[in-house]
């Protein structure tokens, strides 16, 4: 059993590492151009504080035997940050200042957890509330896909839903919900459940959507220009959200959320 557990939170932290490097290919762009464009940076910071949050769960005065959660999620942590930084650096300066109120706000809430579990709370109660405020917050991020997937399935195209996000955002949720269940522990069950119920209806989604696709493809349907293919195609890849206003790219909406264990 112990060795099944820990042979499922290998493959977890592999699939993890996956997601938390995909938005490479947005922030390559964002340097490269000097600019975020139309890029948010809200999910970025919300996913640093997810991770910190599962990273600090899984330490062990706080949950035992959890330290393959602590492993993935600290390392999650840190590029998330960096993405974050990043963004900082060359955010217009109305966003700019957008973000780093909510940096340090998750920057606040994070550390306020942290000394309330250790100063106030001990054994259980500890466990309880460090457990729960990872939960949520691995909910949010992810529900995140189902704007991916209701833009699916409205436009009928999984042009901005890539089929590999959505194959390691299963497998991710799968190893970490089968993690949990070994464990006996709700705290890393129940999301990652949660995350890869999402992730097979994605993959069910691609595959309905995709023959459309390829029928659609040797109709007359007008192809988008290369400049237009580009940046849709890097958004997709982001781990969030393009700006709402923005009308021809704010269905570029990325479905990599972040499976975060």
Request: net charge positive.
């Amino acid at each position: 059993m112990h060795i099944l557990k820990v042979f499922f939170g290998v493959v977890g932290n592999a699939t993890a590492l996956f997601l938390f490097l995909a938005p490479i290919i947005t922030f390559k762009r964002i340097i490269q151009k000097r600019s975020t464009e139309q890029f948010s940076g809200i999910p970025y910071v919300m996913t640093l504080l997810n991770c910190l949050l599962s990273a600090w769960y899984g330490l062990p005065f706080v949950s035992p035997n959890n330290i393959l959660v602590s492993t993935i999620n600290g390392t999650g942590a840190a590029i998330e940050a960096i993405y974050v930084l990043i963004f900082i650096i060359f955010a217009p300066k109305r966003e700019k200042f957008k973000i780093l109120g909510l940096f340090t706000f998750v920057l606040a809430l994070f550390s306020t957890v942290a000394l309330v579990s250790v100063f106030a709370l001990h054994s259980k109660a500890r466990k309880l509330f460090c457990g729960l405020a990872a939960t949520v917050f691995s909910i949010i991020m992810y529900g995140s896909p189902l704007a991916i997937m209701s833009t699916v399935i409205k436009t009928k195209s999984v042009e901005f839903m890539p089929f590999f996000l959505s194959l390691f955002s299963f497998l991710c949720g799968t190893s970490w919900f089968i993690f949990g269940l070994l464990g006996h522990d709700p705290f890393v069950a129940v999301p990652n459940g949660f995350g890869s119920g999402l992730g097979a209806l994605q993959l069910v989604l691609y595959f309905i959507y995709r023959d459309l696709d390829s029928k659609g493809s040797t109709g007359s349907i007008k192809k988008p220009s290369s400049s237009s293919t580009a940046a849709t195609a890097d958004e997709s890849m982001e781990m969030g959200f393009a700006e709402p206003h923005q009308s021809k790219q704010s269905i570029a909406i990325s479905g990599a959320q972040d499976g975060q264990p």
